[in-house]
């Protein structure tokens, strides 16, 4: 059993700043990758950034320089810092983890329930 919670969202001015979380927990042995989706009103669901167990990271352009994923795999936590936030990032914003459960299972991907993100103008 694994669950996936974001928090974070909220409302926030135009250019400002926010930083959402996403837990990881129960049966989980190896995170591989995590991520950050978002789905806007009317719009299909979009990358957003994500994080390797190497530490490689992706960003969708329309949030390089602005974004920032971490992770901290201690304790099964990545984080999206967003910085200069435009009315585009208005969104509701996904966790999502590709792990195994037990050293003998086959790799799944799971995803959170999402956290919204307003940005007001």
């Known amino acids: 059993q694994v669950q996936l919670v974001e928090s974070g969202g909220g409302l926030v001015q135009f250019g400002g700043s926010l930083r959402l979380s996403c837990a990881a927990s129960?049966?989980?042995?190896?995170?591989?990758?995590m991520g950050w989706y978002r789905r806007a009103p009317g719009k299909q669901r979009e990358l957003v950034t994500t994080i390797t167990s190497g530490s490689s990271t992706n960003y969708a352009d329309s949030v390089k320089g602005r974004f920032t994923i971490s992770r901290d795999n201690a304790k099964n936590m990545v984080y999206l810092q967003m910085n200069s936030l435009k009315a585009e990032d208005t969104a509701v914003y996904y966790c999502?983890?590709?792990?195994?459960?037990?050293?003998?299972?086959?790799?799944?991907?799971?995803w959170g329930q999402g956290t919204q993100v307003t940005v007001s103008s």
């Open positions: 129960g049966s989980i042995f190896r995170i591989y990758s």
């Open positions: 999502k983890a590709e792990l195994q459960r037990t050293a003998g299972s086959p790799k799944a991907v799971y």
